[in-house]
Nanobody, 120 residues
Framework: QVQLVESGGDEVQAGGSLRLSCAAS????????MGWYRQAPGKQRELVAT???????NYADSVKGRFTISRDNAKNTVYLQMNSLKPEDTAVYYC??????????????WGQGTQVIVSS
C-alpha cells in the first residue's frame, strides 16, 4: 500500500505564492509520474501539472508561467510552486501518483487534498 501526504495549502492574497508538497511512502518500487490536480466548488477535478520519471512536464494552460512542478527523488516528494496566485486558483489540490510495485504492476494513488484559498 502507498500513502500520499500533502501539505502547504493555505489562504493567501491574490498575487501571492504558495508551495505544495506531496510525499509518497509505502510499497514503492518506482514512481512513474506524480502530479497535481485541483477541484473547485461545483466543478470537476482538473489537471494542474504532472511530472514523469523522464522529466516530462505537462501544465494546464491556466497555470503555465505561474506554477512549477518539481520533485526530490530521494524523498519521493513532488512540489508545486505556485506564484502570482489568482482567486480562480482557489480549490482543493490533490496529489496524484502512478507507482509501480515490485510485481511490475502500476497503480494510481490520490492524496487526501489540501485547500488553497486565494482572496482578492
Amino acid at each position: 500500500q502507498v500513502q500520499l501526504v500533502e501539505s502547504g495549502g493555505d489562504e493567501v492574497q491574490a498575487g501571492g505564492s504558495l508551495r505544495l508538497s506531496c510525499a509518497a511512502s509505502g510499497s514503492i518500487f518506482s514512481i512513474n509520474a506524480m502530479g497535481w490536480y485541483r477541484q473547485a466548488p461545483g466543478k470537476q477535478r482538473e489537471l494542474v501539472a504532472t511530472l514523469t520519471s523522464g522529466d516530462n512536464t505537462n501544465y494546464a494552460d491556466s497555470v503555465k508561467g505561474r506554477f512549477t512542478i518539481s520533485r526530490d527523488n530521494a524523498k519521493n516528494t513532488v512540489y508545486l510552486q505556485m506564484n502570482s496566485l489568482k482567486p480562480e486558483d482557489t480549490a482543493v489540490y490533490y496529489c496524484n501518483a502512478r507507482i509501480r510495485s515490485s510485481s511490475g504492476r502500476e497503480f494510481t494513488y490520490w492524496g487526501q487534498g489540501t485547500q488553497v484559498i486565494v482572496s482578492s
